[in-house]
């Protein structure tokens, strides 16, 4: 049976982001962030509030939230099992969206400190790139 609400927390989680990033996904960057967005929420336990929230720039300190970003950053090739964030990765998929690729390098610098704890260091990164995003786009 298909859960209607993890159907709606993507819809919602791809329009925020859209909006917020002024990103026209394509059909196939969409259809793959509903289903990452779907099966790390499964596994991660995070509510429908909080991926919605953090979207928002209101990040709670939530475990579960914790593991539904590094879920996602693994899925989409951005960060490894280990923690590793795959620059050249982003700087790739992402830069096509970004109106100043030169400030790339240096948000990912600035956030991309890491910590040793996979999950805290995704976490961070992404607390950070969400309140620095001006510098990109």
């Not at 996979?118 to 790139?129: G, Q």
Request: glycine share 6%; proline share 2%; hydrophobic share 35%.
């Amino acid at each position: 049976m298909v859960n209607f609400k993890i159907i709606l927390v993507g819809i919602c989680v791809i329009s925020i982001v859209s909006c917020q990033l002024m990103i026209n996904f394509s059909p196939e960057e969409m259809r793959n962030l509903l289903q990452y967005n779907n099966q790390c929420q499964r596994s991660s336990g995070a509510t429908q509030q909080e991926i919605i929230s953090a979207l928002q720039n209101r990040f709670s300190d939530s475990p579960a939230l914790k593991s539904h970003i590094f879920c996602l950053g693994k899925k989409m090739g951005f960060v490894s099992d280990n923690g590793t964030f795959q620059r050249e990765t982003i700087r790739n998929r992402m830069g096509k969206y970004l109106k100043d690729q030169s400030k790339m390098d240096q948000l990912m610098d600035k956030c991309f400190t890491g910590n040793g704890n996979p999950k805290e260091s995704t976490y961070n990164a992404i607390k950070c790139i969400s309140g620095n995003r001006s510098m990109v786009i």
